[in-house]
């Protein structure tokens, strides 16, 4: 995706782009497409839903917290219709104190995801690997974007141009996409970056700052390659041994650093500082 996207550095800047005509969709929450009065689809292979949860802590007034819940599930829940947020209670969307062409748009969307594919990740499993996600992300996609969408470009024009057979332009395109090979700065050892991978240094990654600024650059390498100008079948997808000065600038421009506001990174710091995890076609 990263290879025919660009990358921005929010999501809202998602939905501008889209409505403006500059991009042919993006990956966006659901009330910034009705807000923006866009149309939308839902993947077929599944699509995440996010919900605002109201604890009641331990040894909590019973009544007090019934009473803040109750309000919440009613007073509350009306204004955010106004915002096209779906309701924790969906039986107030019928409610004569709701604006009901809102309501209505609401209610068509709810269908729509009952009966669509939903891809339940618990908090638990997601916060395994959260900044591991973050940097290999950061790495792999938004760094290297310029070189991916070159790469792609040139890989469509040496199929199209007849110099590499179909066969040979879909062996590049799954190596392009294939989870690529780090080395680990700990132990010295070449792996390739599973979820197994990203979940046992999750940790290390989080508390250990200079631990991403070790592996992100040989996680970049692994992304990088080249498809020849002249004819015979292409060379690997994963020739690059060290990076490049283009890499270097990236890496440690800290306007780059200061400017990814986006997701939190480790300790407020990191790398990065942050990520623009935001693509639109």
């Known amino acids: 995706m990263a290879a025919v996207a660009r990358s921005v550095d929010f999501s809202g800047a998602v939905r501008d782009t889209v409505k403006r005509g500059e991009a042919?969709?993006?990956?966006?929450?659901?009330?910034?497409?009705f807000i923006a009065g866009l149309q939308y689809c839902i993947p077929t292979d599944g699509?995440?839903?996010?919900?605002?949860?109201?604890?009641?802590?331990?040894?909590?007034?019973?009544?007090?917290?019934?009473t803040l819940t109750r309000f919440f599930l009613t007073e509350i829940e009306k204004t955010v219709v106004d915002r096209y947020i779906l309701l924790g209670n969906?039986?107030?969307?019928?409610?004569?104190?709701?604006?009901q062409t809102k309501a209505a748009v609401l209610k068509q969307h709810l269908s729509r995801l009952i009966n669509a594919k939903v891809l339940a990740v618990s908090p638990e499993k997601s916060a395994a690997y959260y900044y591991s996600f973050i940097y290999y992300y950061e790495s792999t996609l938004v760094d290297l974007q310029d070189q991916l969408s070159s790469l792609w470009g040139r890989m469509v024009d040496a199929y199209y141009s007849g110099k590499i057979t179909q066969r040979q332009f879909e062996e590049l395109w799954r190596r392009l996409g294939a989870p690529v090979n780090y080395t680990d700065p700990a132990m010295g050892q070449v792996k390739t970056f599973t979820y197994q991978?990203?979940?046992?240094?999750n940790s290390k990654v989080a508390s250990d700052p200079p631990l991403p600024?070790?592996?992100?650059?040989?996680?970049?390498?692994?992304g990088q390659?080249?498809?020849?100008?002249g004819g015979g079948p292409p060379e690997s997808v994963h020739p690059a041994e060290r990076p490049t000065d283009g890499d270097k600038r990236h890496h440690d421009s800290p306007q780059r650093r200061s400017r990814h506001k986006h997701v939190p990174s480790p300790r407020g710091g990191g790398p990065f500082g942050g990520s623009r995890n935001a693509l639109y076609i």
Request: proline share 12%; charged share 15%; hydrophobic share 50%.
């Open 90 to 99: 969906p039986a107030l969307l019928d409610s004569p104190d709701v604006k």
């Open 24 to 33: 042919v969709f993006g990956p966006m929450v659901d009330y910034f497409v």
């Open 47 to 66: 699509t995440d839903i996010l919900f605002d949860p109201v604890a009641v802590p331990r040894g909590a007034n019973m009544t007090v917290a019934t």
């Open 213 to 222: 600024r070790q592996a992100v650059p040989s996680l970049a390498r692994g």
């Open 225 to 229: 390659g080249q498809v020849p100008a």
């Open 197 to 201: 991978d990203a979940v046992a240094i």
